[in-house]
């Protein structure tokens, strides 16, 4: 398929079918995603697939911790502590296009916690790629990570499976790293969802918008 195609057709799918995903589709992403850039070829990315009994009993003690109220401890900084207001209105945009195709309003804290918990269990998907690297490296090998996450989306994508890029995934890395058996030298970047899509999910109707090109870019001559 067309890389332009791919991209305007992937979507961050929230509700996935109970359908196993084969290994061997799997193995192709990876195969595919191996040949992503990165400086000085360190290809830092360490790429954990869970599913079955593992999946589940992460999501069990991720969810345990959540409701118990353990503060989140992610191994970096996903968001600035002061985020600008540009940004942040962004945010909000986007939050309140889901909440709204959900019909959960403002105040209703309820349904808004049952909504994100949904996040832990990587809303049902069969498949999670956890995404780890070294805490040794830094900034240069962030940018590594992202373009390898990046061409998983793809690589998924043409294999006709619906994706979700969580940082949530990585809000309780001791727990996933416990149930991994990885050791404390590794940092988790974020968990991709990976399965298939359930079209008839209101959720899965949910698109976010997109800035037209002179937003974001300036041509030089």
Known sequence: MIVTNLLKERKSVRAFLNKKVDDKKIETILEGLKYTAS??????????????KTKKMIAI????????????????????????????????????????????????????????RANYNAFGSPVILYFFMDKELTTGSYIDMGMAIQSTLILAQEQGLATCTMASLAEYPDIVREVLKIDNTKALICGIALGYEDKEAKINSYRTSRLKIEEFSTFYK
């Open 39 to 52: 400086g000085s070829n360190m290809q830092p990315w360490l790429i954990h697939v869970v599913s079955g």
């Open 61 to 116: 003690k991720t969810l345990e911790a959540f409701d118990s109220g353990n503060q989140t401890n992610m191994d970096y900084p996903y968001y600035p502590e002061i985020i600008p207001e540009l940004y942040q209105k962004r945010r909000k945009e986007t939050a309140l296009q889901l909440y709204s195709l959900l019909n959960i309003k403002k105040e209703d804290k309820e349904n808004r916690i049952k909504q994100w």
